[in-house]
């Protein structure tokens, strides 16, 4: 008979009272994020697919594991950070069956509700998921200022997740991955029109910074913004892909054209990994 017990167990801490954390992808949003929770306090376990982008944080006191199994096979809670729905299928098929009862495993990544929905078909009893995609850029996962989306049970980390942002519960797991996808559409997208808005500004002659501000004080003010950014970083394949996901989940035909426009941006060794700001501009004077 299963014990009942196990099922429900609490979290064995550490020794300061501080949940064990691993946390498992250290890009551009990971490694700034990463750091603020082993700032608080947590002992934190760290994996990314390239090590060398760990050791900064391995400095700070972190423990860089030689495989994501490695690192949640002890772990309160498992923060995933990853690239894709094929990046976070890779992961899951290394850490679902090393996860210990007891486990919260936060999911970070921007793949959309199935993959969300898939990985909880697969976890054991006892082993809980969040989905908990994260609005804003580099800068405001350095300083703690992110908006984090979250669905699904989420008490048990919602703790942890205060010291990266503010907290938006969502609903039920899935629906953040929804929400998410929705946002990062509707921003792609915008930054898109902004930039075809001032082609067509330039064609007709008008000023340039008479037409950016212009439109930085319209309701497109927003799109603006993100389009000129600076010191932040979103790269242009990834925001591709999260227009992939979008138009392969509904007819939608206006952010089927953005798409085009980040697929040629993206195309551009120069570019794939760049700012949006960069494609941006590339979309402007194309």
């Known amino acids: 008979m299963l014990d009942i017990r196990l099922l429900h167990r609490s979290p064995v801490l550490s020794v300061d009272g501080m949940e064990r954390i691993a946390f498992l992808g250290l890009g551009h949003m990971g490694a700034p994020m990463a750091r603020r929770l082993l700032a608080a306090g947590h002992p934190l376990t760290v994996w990314n697919r390239t090590a060398a982008k760990a050791q900064p944080l391995v ?11 490695d690192a949640v096979r002890d772990a309160d809670v498992v923060v995933t ?3 894709d729905p094929a990046a976070l299928g890779a992961v ?13 495993w936060v999911e970070m990544s921007t793949v959309g509700p199935d993959p ?3 990985l909880a078909a697969r976890l054991r009893v006892g082993v809980t998921l969040v989905d908990a995609p994260v609005m804003g850029s580099t800068d405001r996962a350095a300083t703690g200022g992110l908006v984090i989306l979250a669905g699904g ?6 703790h942890v997740l205060a010291h990266l942002g503010t907290v938006t519960r969502t609903g039920p797991l899935g629906s953040a991955a929804s929400l998410k996808l929705v946002m990062n559409a509707a921003v ?9 808005s001032l082609r067509l500004a330039d064609a007709l002659g008008v000023d340039g910074d008479t037409a950016r501000t212009a439109l930085a004080n319209s309701p497109v003010g927003g799109a603006v913004a993100r ?3 600076e010191d932040v970083h979103f790269g242009t394949a990834l925001a591709a892909k999260d227009l992939e996901l979008a138009t392969k989940t509904a007819e939608l035909p206006a952010l089927e054209a953005a798409l085009e426009h980040y697929r040629r941006a993206a ?3 120069a570019l794939t990994h760049a700012d949006i700001s960069l494609a941006a501009a590339r979309i402007r004077a194309s």
């Open 59 to 69: 400095a700070e006191g972190a423990v860089l594991a030689g495989s994501p199994a």
């Open 81 to 83: 950070m990853l690239a």
């Open 92 to 104: 899951a098929d290394e850490i679902v069956p090393v996860l210990r009862t007891g486990a919260r």
């Open 116 to 118: 969300v929905r898939e």
């Open 153 to 158: 049970d989420t008490a048990g980390v919602e």
């Open 188 to 196: 792609i997208g915008g930054v898109a029109l902004v930039a075809e």
């Open 227 to 229: 389009a000129f950014a």
């Open 267 to 269: 195309a551009d060794p």
